[in-house]
């Protein structure tokens, strides 16, 4: 039998000890900042997420798992909540979560059920779905340490002990070759000193996230690491905790389960990496709904004294609905050209209006797939010959996008 399947996670096991401290704890975490909506993206039965609900919060959730996602549903009216549910994989969060909310959370170490690509495209497309400045919030077991150690088994005896009963836990590990791993429960109870029952459950197959793989991920995707917190007071029985000194990152190998909060950056790098773009080939960037293009092409004949190149950045709702573009002030966007050998910008250009509307407009609705040309130029006659490198950003209300990538002048 499948761990999920079960009444453990069902009614969730929480101790009212358990309770009042997860509630604690996400008070504070969350207490400084101007956040009104959480996902919860694997929210299992939900009896983790209650809390959030508990302080006011208005929380929606989604699950691979619709066995699970009705149990929610249970479990949040028996409690007095309404929660709005989606059936959705984690990896796909934006193809259901239309609204964007301000808080998107994955707790309980659901992460690792899917393969570090996977938690990459979480990322990505998570942040489609959070407001600028939303908040991110994971925890997750320290596999780190797990990995390092790479136990074959883990025993938590006794979990019950009275003068009639005493049950055992014993997690076994299986670790495969390419590093995924699978664990069995093994419930070992005695009554009255007597062998009663051994049960065996099995969790689906995990796949180790380093701390510095989602960091990475985090970064790629345009967030800043705000904080580290130490779990285990909440999901470690007091026996199995190693000795700490409070401080997170000297403690890190001692902490079994550990929390990551990171925040979407006002400034979303769309593409850092260089892309060489030759024969007139476009550079394309998204980030959802927009995407950017800078198309570059050769003027046919040319005289000597007249521009050999032209250019156009051109934006376009990529999504399937009509799209609000809406600017932070008059400032649309700027872009340097730097000439890549010598450190030298020979162009640095700010625009304040779009090329082909109205001037001092600020707000431009764009339909499904609708294009607009930003701005145009031509060159050729001022520009040495060389590799360039482009830095360029728009300027949008409450979010920069910034791309870098860079061409060739013959
Ligand atoms: C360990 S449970 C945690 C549930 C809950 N967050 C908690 O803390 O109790 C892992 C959850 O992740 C869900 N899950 C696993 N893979 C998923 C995926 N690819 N997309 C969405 N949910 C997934 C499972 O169905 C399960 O509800």
Redesign the pocket.
């Known amino acids: 039998m499948k761990i999920?399947d079960t009444a453990a996670?069902y009614g969730?096991n929480l101790s009212d000890e358990q309770q009042s401290k997860l509630m604690e704890f996400y008070r504070v975490l969350l207490e400084e900042y101007d956040i009104a909506t959480i996902h919860?993206?694997?929210?299992?039965?939900g009896?983790?997420?209650i809390p959030l609900a508990k302080l006011g919060y208005k929380v929606s959730g989604?699950?691979?798992?619709e066995n699970?996602l009705e149990r929610t549903k249970i479990n949040f009216n028996e409690s007095g909540y309404e929660i709005e549910l989606f059936n959705?994989?984690?990896?796909n969060l934006d193809t259901v979560l239309r609204e964007p909310v301000d808080c998107i959370i994955?707790?309980?170490?659901?992460l690792p059920?899917?393969t570090n690509e996977?938690v990459r495209d979480f990322v990505k497309n998570a942040s489609k779905c959070l407001n600028p400045r939303g908040l991110l919030f994971i925890d997750i077991r320290n596999w780190d340490q797990l990995l390092d150690e790479k136990p074959l088994i883990k025993t938590r005896d006794p979990i019950v002990m009275t003068a009639e009963e005493h049950i055992g836990l014993h997690q076994i590990f299986v670790w495969h070759d390419d590093q995924s791993v699978e664990f069995a429960f093994a419930t070992i109870k005695d009554e009255n000193g007597k062998h009663k029952e051994t049960k065996m459950q099995f969790a689906?197959m995990y796949y180790p996230l380093k701390r510095s793989t989602y960091e990475r991920i985090l970064m790629d995707h345009g967030y800043d690491l705000i904080n580290y917190y130490d779990l285990d007071s909440i999901w470690i029985h007091p026996s199995q905790q190693r000795p700490k000194s409070g401080y997170f990152e000297a403690d890190f190998h001692q902490i079994a389960w550990y929390g990551i909060l990171a925040q979407k950056k006002y400034i979303i790098s769309a593409c850092s990496h260089n892309n060489r773009n030759v024969d007139g080939d476009d550079f394309n960037a998204e980030r959802h709904p927009i995407g950017i293009t800078f198309h570059f092409d050769q003027i046919d004949n040319a005289t000597p004294s007249e521009p050999k190149y032209q250019y156009t950045f051109i934006l376009k709702n990529t999504s399937l609905e009509t799209y609000n573009l809406q600017f932070e002030d008059d400032l649309k966007y700027s872009y340097d050209f730097i000439l890549e050998d010598e450190s030298k910008t020979i162009l640095t250009t700010t625009g304040t209006n779009v090329w082909n509307k109205v001037k001092n407009e600020n707000s431009f609705l764009l339909e499904k797939e609708e294009e607009l040309v930003l701005t145009k130029g031509s060159i050729g006659d001022i520009m040495p010959s060389g590799k360039y490198l482009v830095d360029f950003t728009l300027y949008l209300l409450n979010e920069q996008l910034s791309m870098k990538f860079d061409f060739e002048v013959e």
């Open positions: 999920y996670l969730q919860d993206c694997t929210i299992g039965a009896g983790t997420t989604s699950d691979i798992s699970l959705s994989d984690l990896r994955s707790t309980g170490n659901s059920h899917v996977g689906p």
